[in-house]
């Protein structure tokens, strides 16, 4: 068991996507949502060169919000504001299909139950988020922390900055938490900042 290896551990950090829940993503609208990121991004005047050879929904939000910051940094949250809008139309859609994954639901129980704190840091919105979590029976308030992408503009993961917005609001210090994710992103949040890391699969058959 997760604590009996790791017994010094005072808060686990998870992510969303993937980890607590699986989301049933459309392609169709996947695309959408891209390409209307990209027509948003040459309307303020993002440089073409700028997006992505092969764009993703989190690049661009990356690149969109890194260029508007040093540009346009007094319209910065109204840019902010728009994208998280054209996003989260397909988010709650996709949220509607979220099914949770009822091992990891299990492990989190089972730790809240032993005192651990819990958290989520996930690049989604806040109210996807939270259709998400109650589309898997997990209440907002079993989590000290929720950090959605608005919370922290273009730093979002895999910047570690999203990771140690998270350790603060949790007040533990990053060797105290372990990470469950289940991408190279994840990891790469929880070892730039000293943090234990464990793929979600590594952890289904507690």
Partial sequence: MLLRRWDEIRAIVFDVDG?????????????????????????????????PDEPMIASLWRTILS??????????????RRLNSIIRRGELLWAERARP???????LRKLKAEGVKAAVFTFGSY??????????????????????????????????YHLAVT??????KPEDAVVIGDSDVDRFSAEALGCKYLNVNSILGY
Avoid: C
Wanted: net charge positive; no cysteine; glycine share 4%.
């Fill in 167 to 172: 350790l603060r609001l949790l007040e533990v």
């Fill in 101 to 107: 994954i009822d091992r990891t639901l299990a492990l």
């Fill in 67 to 80: 260029w508007s910051w040093r540009h346009r940094r007094d319209h910065v949250l109204t840019i902010m």
């Fill in 127 to 160: 109210q996807a988020t939270i259709k998400k979590l109650a589309r898997a029976g997990i209440h907002p308030s079993f989590f000290k922390a929720i950090v959605t992408r608005e919370f922290v503009l273009f730093r979002v993961k895999p910047d570690p």
């Fill in 19 to 51: 980890t607590l829940v699986q989301l049933g993503m459309d392609n169709a609208i996947y695309a959408r949502i891209v390409s209307d990121m990209i027509e948003y991004a040459m309307r303020i005047g993002v440089p073409p060169e700028l997006i």
